[in-house]
């Protein structure tokens, strides 16, 4: 204890005071038996001077050791136990956060880095994990998602056939219907125009959706009838500098006069959708390249790739985050014209990607 202090403290100050006015008063003018009234007075004087007293020893000696007790207790509650945070509204809590972010991160060597971080954290992250962003497709996460593509031999050596298998389970994190697009469109080269067929088409196809499957999709003789191919597409999902043609599997409809039009097949889910389809897709020979770019966050996901017409290949997930030696991945070649990526309970980002390329 610092006698700086005490002196200083307003509180001793006005004690003292208190107690000089009582013993003033009392020794110049004594009170008598009947003189209730002066007492009383006295009495509150001494009383008011006792209760500054302590007052200010108090707030020289525990003040701020309370205070520190008290808000550590505070904020650890109120971070630990989520029935106190209920007491909040969410701009409150996200008030919070923000506090805590700036205080997190204190280097300030570059106050323009630091505040796109902490934009990008609460205006995309935190909506993307919330459930909340302006995007739909960020609104879902893939709890996995499984793609394996087994290119055939080929005899012409002009175009291939792609054995595509894609499965995954889409968790809605929001609490509206989220529409779920189950083919994608897909571009390919202007010399796939000389494949004498069609270049794409729907081998399989299972659709659970909350937990119940659509059985209208179980029977693979009538796929052909409910789906076909239409490249009447005018959005464009591809930024190349070569021309290209647009596909997508697309729901067939039939219209009043017999005419048979296409449409966008979507399925409409509250809690989660779990697809899984086999897809023939002609590959153009010389396209030794093959891509996916994410566009939703998954936790799990898995990649396996074999080209039969290859003498290796090589596979690269691109992902801000990752490594090679993280032990969340394995990447393997379990022959020289296969490979395998796998990552497990680990998160994966949209606008991250994988590639993978085969030397023939």
Known sequence: MKIGEIIKNKFIVISLLCFLLYFILSGKFPPLPTDTIYMSILNLINAVGALFLITGFYDVTLKEKF????????????LLKDEYLDNFKDNEIKGMLKKLEQKLLKNNNNHIYKTKVISLI?????KMASGESEENELKTFFKSYDEELIYEKSDDKKFIVCNLFINYHLVNLSKDNICQTIFTKKYFPQNISEYKGSPLELIELKIFVDGKEKTEYKNKSELKK???????????????????????LQEKTVDASNKETFKEFE????????????????????????????H???INYSF??????????????????????????????TRPNEITIILKEDLLLPKEGLSAISFR
């Open 67 to 78: 205070q520190d007790e008290t808000i550590n207790k505070f904020v650890n509650t109120l």
């Open 122 to 126: 609460n205006n995309k992250l935190l």
């Open 226 to 248: 409910l789906f076909g191919v239409s490249n009447n597409i005018a959005e464009s999902i591809s930024i190349s500098n070569q021309s290209q043609i647009p596909m997508q």
């Open 267 to 294: 399925i409409s889910f509250n809690k989660e959708i779990i697809v899984e389809k086999r897809l023939k897709v002609i590959i153009p020979y010389d396209d030794i390249v093959y891509g996916h770019t994410f």
């Open 296 to 298: 939703r966050p998954m």
């Open 304 to 333: 396996r790739f074999r080209d039969e017409n290859a003498k290796k290949v090589s596979a690269t997930l691109r992902s801000a985050f990752h490594k090679k030696s993280d032990d969340t991945i394995t990447i393997k070649n």
